[in-house]
T-cell receptor, first 110, second 115 residues
Framework: GDSVTQMEGPVTLSEEAFLTINCTYT??????LFWYVQYPGEGLQLLLK?????DKGSNKGFEATYRKETTSFHLEKGSVQVSDSAVYFC?????????FGAGTRLTVKP | GAGVSQSPSNKVTEKGKDVELRCDPI?????LYWYRQSLGQGLEFLIY????????KSGLPSDRFSAERTGGSVSTLTIQRTQQEDSAVYLC?????????????FGSGTQLSVL
């Protein structure tokens, strides 16, 4: 069935460092792809999405490009801040359901 | 309310007891999802309701788990004969059409502790 695999954490970076969190997916067709974020003490919320190949989702300085040839949707940010510390989940939806990866905990130190 | 509401927020139960967890989705949302988040684990898909269609139960871990959605709105997740490994945060989410192009709105979850 459809699934998502994302890099294991935790990831610890210094402020202003470059961030990449890898995500690859397995699907039978053409899913929509998402990144969700869970800040400490808060519920999950959508960070960005892409619905077809070569689309780029972006929000709050984060970007991810839907790469069908590599079945990937890696999350990137050029300069992280302490406030970006959270757990990040990659997800896909092909038939209306939503399947999540295991989550990657990011800690950004000042 | 404006968001997805889950109750109770915390539930402590003894091994072997049954529990019911409730989810009130956003009004008008046709799709409803249940997930389980265990300590150090990701989000485990449990079940998905979309309108009047038969639910996708493929994620339910055993026959002790069941869920229903009455009148296309409120949903109840029932766990029978709870085990310690059932301890987790149970999250409910809803969306207006299903997740294909729409985002999910999550509740705050029910923290279940099985002693």
């Amino acid at each position: 069935g459809d699934s998502v695999t994302q890099m294991e954490g935790p990831v610890t970076l210094s402020e202003e460092a470059f961030l990449t969190i890898n995500c690859t997916y397995t699907a039978t067709g053409y899913p929509s792809l998402f990144w969700y974020v869970q800040y400490p003490g808060e519920g999950l919320q959508l960070l960005l999405k892409a619905t077809k190949a070569d689309d780029k989702g972006s929000n709050k300085g984060f970007e991810a490009t839907y790469r069908k040839e590599t079945t990937s949707f890696h999350l990137e940010k050029g300069s992280v801040q302490v406030s970006d510390s959270a757990v990040y989940f990659c997800a896909l939806s092909e038939w209306g359901d939503m399947r999540f990866g295991a989550g990657t905990r990011l800690t950004v130190k000042p | 309310g404006a968001g997805v509401s889950q109750s109770p927020s915390n539930k402590v139960t003894e091994k072997g007891k049954d529990v019911e967890l409730r989810c009130d989705p956003i009004s008008g949302h046709t799709a409803l999802y249940w997930y389980r988040q265990s300590l150090g684990q990701g989000l485990e898909f449990l079940i998905y309701f979309q309108g009047n269609s038969a639910p996708d139960k493929s994620g339910l871990p055993s026959d002790r788990f069941s869920a229903e959605r009455t009148g296309g709105s409120v949903s109840t997740l029932t766990i029978q004969r709870t085990q310690q490994e059932d301890s987790a945060v149970y999250l409910c989410a809803s969306s207006s059409q299903g997740a294909l192009n729409e985002k999910l709105f999550f509740g705050s979850g029910t923290q279940l502790s099985v002693l």
